[in-house]
């Protein structure tokens, strides 16, 4: 069932059980009002009648009787057998309305040939000293016609209100769902085109449809977003691997034809196809790195000591590096919830780009500061200019491609250095100034000392 059918059936449903209740409720309260007031009426000229009565005088009771006849009913005595005594009415087959003698007042209603009557006995005693019933029967056709033409406005105006309400219930779905199935036939245009079509949405409007529309919106820019950073990445990744793989197969040709003649192309073949593939070799390293680091929430950290491991990366890299590495720390001892494994990978790669991008001492700085453990490395090398400052974290970028290339760059490093950071809840930033050097800041939120 459609969400518009269901809206407008279950709105009808419950006005009309409403409406049920309030349209039994006017009539049954109208009808026993109406009853009520006639039988007060006749009560009260039986008051009467009984009255006239008790002051004896010479009049028969019968001739009381007949000073209250009504128009269209009977007055009547019932004796205790159920007979009547006396029966005073203008229409005489009024006379075959069988009653009943009761000892105590009772008031009700009667049908006799297919006309209503409304009685009220009263319990009297006779002139023969004996108890008998004083029984005044109304006719009430009248008043039952017009609890009949009651009932009938009652009906129509049920069926009109029930037939306006399921007009208002398919509008109003109609208008509940019409955003509804403009996100569905958007959607259904995004699956089959495969395109990130945004959904149209009104500014002005701030209900729960509209907000769920821009929610939309939102995921469909991310998707694309990541989308086009995916195919960017793809196509770069291709194509840094493509440069060496022609420079790979440009020599093989080249060792074909000459190798085994020319003994100097031989050396410079095997050379070039060495530092190519090992070029080769570093980059898919690098996209392996990428991929851990994406996975880093799932790698469990733990609460450990990074002085240690600071020194001990440090050490192990002045090893090879063409420039000195001082170090410093403040406090001795700082904990930290990280993953080991992923911290050092970040540091690696700072400490590369300080010695490869520099030719003097590299700085590192380890303190605590504010909640947060600080790392700085700082060189004195060729800077960043200001305009590439920006993009230095996006993927693959480098600022000179030629220059990067030469030294063995992908441009991977300051990325997967970025999203190490981020994954541990932290962030990264740099200070730089082109030909006097870099410094780069990775700050990380600090676990409590036990
Ligand atoms: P790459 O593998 O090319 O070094 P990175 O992502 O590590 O890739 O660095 C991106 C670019 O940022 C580099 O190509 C380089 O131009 C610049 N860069 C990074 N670190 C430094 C630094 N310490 N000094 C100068 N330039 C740097």
Sequence with gaps: ???????????????????LIANTTIYLMFKNASIKSEQELLQSTASHIIEELNKGGNSTNEEVLHTFLISDGVIRLVNRKGDSDLNLTRENSYKKIQTSFRNDQFEGVLTYNGSKFIL??????????????????????????????????????S??????????????????????????????????????????????????????????????????DSYLKQEQFVSDASHELKTPLTVISGYVSLLKRWGSTRPEVLEEAINSIESESARMKFMTEQL????????????????????????STIERLSRTYKNEIIWTTEPKQIVAEIHEQSFVQLLVILLDNANKYSNDVIQVKLREQ???????????????????????????????????????GTGLGLFIAKRISERHGGSISLISKEGHGTTFIVSLPISEVQ
């Design 288 to 311: 392996l790195q990428l991929a851990s680091a994406e996975k880093l929430g799932e790698f469990a950290k733990e609460r450990m000591d990074i002085v240690p491991i600071v020194g």
């Design 159 to 224: 069926f009109l209100v029930i037939g306006i309400l399921c007009i208002a219930g398919w509008v109003l779905g109609g208008v509940i769902t019409r955003p509804i199935h403009r996100f569905i036939s958007t959607m259904k245009t995004i699956e089959e085109e495969e395109s990130y079509q945004q959904i149209e949405i009104t500014k002005s409007k701030r209900d729960e449809l509209n907000q769920l529309g821009m929610t939309f919106n939102s995921m469909m820019r991310k998707l694309e």
């Design 120 to 157: 009220v006995s009263t319990p009297i005693i006779h002139d023969n000293g004996s108890i008998v019933n004083l029984q005044i029967i109304q006719n009430a056709d009248g008043m039952f016609s017009n609890l009949e033409d009651l009932k009938g406005v009652l009906v129509f105006t």
């Design 370 to 408: 504010e909640g947060c453990v600080e790392l700085s490395i700082t060189d004195k090398g060729i800077g960043i200019p200001g305009e590439a400052q920006p993009y230095i974290f996006d993927r693959m970028y480098r600022v000179d491609k030629n220059r990067s290339r030469k030294s063995g």
């Design 1 to 19: 069932m459609s969400l518009r059918t269901r809206i407008q059936l279950s709105i009808t449903f419950l006005l009309v059980i409403l409406l």
